[in-house]
Nanobody, 116 residues
Framework: VQLVESGGGLVQPGGSLRLSCAAS????????MNWYRQAPGKERELVAA????????NYVDSVKGRFTISRENAKNTVYLQMNNLNTEDTAVYYC??????????WGQGTQVTVSS
């Protein structure tokens, strides 16, 4: 099982990034997917969630209207489009696959830094 995030980097406030998470080794289309983030000195928080069919999405209040989670089951990939980024969005972003307590997989994370 593998989840590999990509797309992070350094961006100025107001800028955009699109994160990708490529999955392998499990039936991706059966798993709801999440994006989490962890800023220095803070706990990991759930940022966005999407159902297995892509028909149900949820966001933490701080990113609503700015971030969009989506998935392409044919490509075993989940995305996080991040617009109008601000310094508070600086964190390591992780994708997670979870079908039940026994089936939870994490990626290694990708750094997003928002700075002028």
């Amino acid at each position: 099982v593998q989840l590999v995030e990509s797309g992070g980097g350094l961006v100025q406030p107001g800028g955009s990034l699109r994160l990708s998470c490529a999955a392998s080794g499990f039936t991706f289309s059966s798993y709801p997917m999440n994006w989490y983030r962890q800023a220095p000195g803070k706990e990991r928080e759930l940022v966005a969630a999407i159902g297995s069919a892509g028909d149900n999405t949820n966001y933490v209040d701080s990113v609503k209207g700015r971030f969009t989670i989506s998935r392409e089951n044919a490509k075993n990939t989940v995305y996080l489009q991040m617009n109008n980024l601000n310094t508070e969005d600086t964190a390591v972003y992780y994708c997670r696959a979870r079908r039940s307590r026994a089936y939870v997989y994490w990626g290694q994370g990708t750094q997003v830094t928002v700075s002028s």
